[in-house]
């Protein structure tokens, strides 16, 4: 019995097998159905998996991952999409949350003609289901390159924790999709080598194929920019940090001398003394005041001189 988690699209060159959310019944039926390796079948189990390929007598076995914002949790998580691909056969395997593969199913459930024009060859097929997950990474650029404009004009207008925060999420998204995307370029050379071993490619699928490659190049290009930039913010906020801690510590050490000279001086007229000057005449106490006063703006003065002030 087919699991209902397994959706087949037949056509007359092959078929497409799409797994979605797998479970331990759904892998057992492919092992048994196809003679898939046990290894391949495990690596299709969560944890997600580092992307690789395998090359089987039989097939070729690729794990791809792509980044997905998390709307919830206000992150980028990492997905894993599974391929075997033969002469005859393509499976993949997913959670089910890549809606591009979802919706590309559809389509071509829907269409006839467009899927027997992505049939025509197994490895064009993939390279158009590979060509969708990479341009959904486009938009995920796009809302982090705009984020980063944002954080750019908050920073200027003063520090806040919240600024902090957004700098953080926003490295950790960078690390992170630069984590994912680093093996797709060697990957697909791979693939565009070992392909040939199972069946004939023409010059269309190659194409294809180095059309991914410029996507992934374009793809780290786009991040080495934004971790550039977000560097930059780093360090902008930091310095604008530093200089406000020191203007705090200057204002505190100014405030700190004057209340010392104050301190002293005060306490030279409490000295019990029979001959301290100005204490029992007239208008002592408003003397002592003056003194005080006339210390204050001389210790001002001097500190404006210096241009501490």
Partial sequence: MIPSTVHTLPSKRYRWINVVHPG???LQYLERLFGFHPLDIKDCQPPVQRPKV???PNYLFAIFVFPCYNELLKEIETKEIDFFISKDLVVTV???SLIEVKNFFEL???NPELKETYFKQPIRFVAQILDELFDSCFPLLHRISRDIDVLSTSVLRGYSRQTVHEILRLKNEIVAFRKTMQPHRDMLKRILTMIPHYFKI???EAIAINRL???TKEIWDHLETYHSAIDAVEDTHSTLISFRLSEIMKTLTI???IIFSLTFIANIFIIPAVSIPIIGTKNDFW???GIMGFVTLLTLWFFKKKRYL
Avoid: K, M
């Fill in 24 to 26: 331990e019944v759904e």
């Fill in 54 to 56: 395998v090359p089987r």
């Fill in 94 to 96: 997913n959670d089910g």
């Fill in 108 to 110: 071509l459930e829907l």
């Fill in 202 to 204: 023409g010059d269309f």
């Fill in 213 to 215: 490659i410029d996507h």
């Fill in 255 to 257: 405030f700190s001398v």
């Fill in 287 to 289: 003397a002592i005041i």
